[in-house]
């Protein structure tokens, strides 16, 4: 245990590719774990290496958490366990929900030393609306399977936040292009490295550039913007919906469902509502 640091568990950011962005906070507690969990122990020694400090490292993935997880929930009682990614910060499309979860209920001391998220950088590099956005993460790799989740977040009036990689990229955005229309999006790679890049324009102009163009490399982020304003409900569409909603609900209930759900007049669906109604 170390004096400046009580015994839990410490969440721990580190840089998606500049070293620099390591904060001393994080240095601090990296430098003074007696244990810190790992994806792979090669990418953490190297950034361990960079602080000049040598700390013991235990692997936890998917495919060891379950046997791992209860030795490291033992010793947080006792001892400062920091948790890291291979880069960026942990649980963001990595393991580790469960480990904070059970370390919560165990009593433990939960800290999250914040940092570097490639989701977010990419957010601020691409230029498009911030205030609502839906992080994604990586889609399914099978063709079907990847165009049944664009369809369900088509509507999702929010910017969209991708993760993918360089031999996949041409595939999801044309996938992206077919799913979503014409919407304005942008691939954000090598972040904070020397060749850090984002190249923006439409999912239709993005997908045609990089099916002609050798797979990209590095970690990739797509970001594509929400979807355009909704045209406004027809008298057609009002009086459709007016009729489904009457058969379950009274006429001044099934007005207001209806004016909620289509953005339209109450007082004007309520005396539509009792011309139907007769």
């Known amino acids: 245990m170390h004096p400046n640091f009580a015994p839990g568990l410490y969440i721990v950011a580190t840089p998606i590719g500049n070293l620099g962005d390591l904060t001393p906070r994080a240095a601090a507690v990296l430098s003074a774990a007696d244990v810190i969990a790992v994806e792979d122990s090669r990418v953490t020694a190297g950034l361990l290496r ?36 291979d880069a960026g910060t942990p649980l963001i499309s990595d393991p580790g929900y469960k480990l ?63 993760y993918e990689s360089g031999p996949r990229l ?22 904070t490295k020397k060749f850090e890049e984002c190249v923006t324009g439409t999912l239709a102009g993005l997908a045609a550039h990089y099916a002609d163009a050798p797979p990209p490399k590095g970690e990739i982020v797509v970001v594509v913007g929400p979807p355009g304003e909704a045209p406004p409900a027809s008298e057609e569409d009002a009086d459709a919906a007016l009729a489904e909603a009457l058969t379950r609900l009274p006429v001044s209930k099934a007005a207001g469902e209806v004016a909620k759900r289509l953005g339209l007049d109450r007082k004007a669906l309520y005396a539509r509502a009792l011309e139907m109604k007769q």
Do not use: Q, W
């Open 50 to 85: 960079h602080i000049g400090v040598k700390r013991v490292m235990i692997p936890y993935h998917d495919h060891n958490a379950e046997s791992v997880r209860p030795g490291l929930i033992e010793r947080m009682g006792r001892e400062v366990v920091a948790l890291v990614s």
């Open 100 to 162: 904070v979860r059970e370390a919560r209920a165990a009593g433990h001391l939960v800290a999250t030393i914040p940092g570097a998220c490639a989701a977010v950088s990419a957010l601020t590099l691409a230029g498009l609306p911030t205030d609502r956005f839906f992080f994604l993460g990586f889609l399914p790799t099978k063709a079907k399977a990847r165009a049944d989740a664009i369809v369900e977040v088509a509507g999702v009036r929010a910017t969209l936040v991708l």
């Open 170 to 191: 041409a595939a999801l955005l044309a996938a992206l292009a077919e799913g979503l229309g014409e919407r304005e999006a942008a691939v954000a790679r090598e972040i």
